[in-house]
T-cell receptor
Framework: DQQVKQNSPSLSVQEGRISILNCDYT??????FLWYKKYPAEGPTFLIS?????DKNEDGRFTVFLNKSAKHLSLHIVPSQPGDSAVYFC????????????FGKGTSLLVTP | GAVVSQHPSRVICKSGTSVKIECRSL??????MFWYRQFPKQSLMLMAT?????????EQGVEKDKFLINHASLTLSTLTVTSAHPEDSSFYIC????????????FGPGTRLLVL
């Protein structure tokens, strides 16, 4: 049962524009959300996170928004760069679960020059 | 930094053999290690959570007798796929959690297993 869903398998954005990656979740117990970036044949690398007590977290070009009532979060990348091309995974965890992560299926982002 | 290595990176084996995959945290001691499996175009699915010196906690549907996990030290966890079959072919990724915040989980590069 997929508790974290990324319904867009792929996204193509022009360099300089904004990339918006979406993620929905079903488990209301999730209290921490993370975005990971993954290149082929490599493990995911941490990008940005947000606690459920916040609705926005910003780090440079990356901003994550959380809408708890809608059980929805999004990652904004602005401006997008070709080096941002990768698969982005949304993940969620419950604080008392030992921090094990529940991942979405990922969204493949392609930033074109 | 926080580096996690996996060995081997790729393995091809015959059906019925056992395969051992190592996960090491190279520059930190991991409080917990996790094993994930990823099928093509699918999400990373948690298989088990491993704490040093204790038995691993397996997720529902994961056979503990098939996927043996040994967490011998704070820097090493091993996953052994016993009597591997073609349906076990997948990408296996480990992660190691460093003491600290919720984002301190670092992933290995993964191991591609192909069972013929």
């Amino acid at each position: 049962d997929q508790q974290v869903k990324q319904n867009s398998p792929s996204l193509s954005v022009q360099e300089g524009r904004i990339s918006i990656l979406n993620c929905d979740y079903t488990n209301s117990m999730f209290d921490y959300f993370l975005w990971y970036k993954k290149y082929p044949a490599e493990g995911p690398t941490f990008l940005i996170s947000i606690s459920s007590i916040k609705d926005k977290n910003e780090d440079g070009r990356f901003t994550v928004f959380l809408n708890k009532s809608a059980k929805h979060l999004s990652l904004h990348i602005v401006p997008s760069q070709p080096g941002d091309s990768a698969v982005y995974f949304c993940a969620a965890s419950v604080g008392n679960s030992g921090y094990a992560l529940n991942f979405g299926k990922g969204t493949s982002l392609l930033v074109t020059p | 930094g926080a580096v996690v290595s996996q060995h081997p990176s790729r393995v091809i084996c015959k059906s019925g053999t056992s395969v051992k995959i190592e996960c090491r945290s190279l520059d930190f001691q991991a409080t917990t290690m996790f094993w994930y499996r990823q099928f093509p175009k699918q999400s990373l699915m948690l298989m088990a959570t491993s704490n040093e010196g204790s038995k691993a906690t397996y997720e529902q549907g994961v056979e503990k007798d098939k996927f043996l996990i040994n967490h011998a030290s704070l820097t090493l966890s091993t996953l052994t796929v016993t009597s591997a079959h073609p349906e076990d072919s997948s990408f296996y990724i480990c992660s190691a959690r460093k003491a600290g915040g919720r984002e301190t989980q670092y992933f290995g590069p993964g191991t591609r297993l192909l069972v013929l």
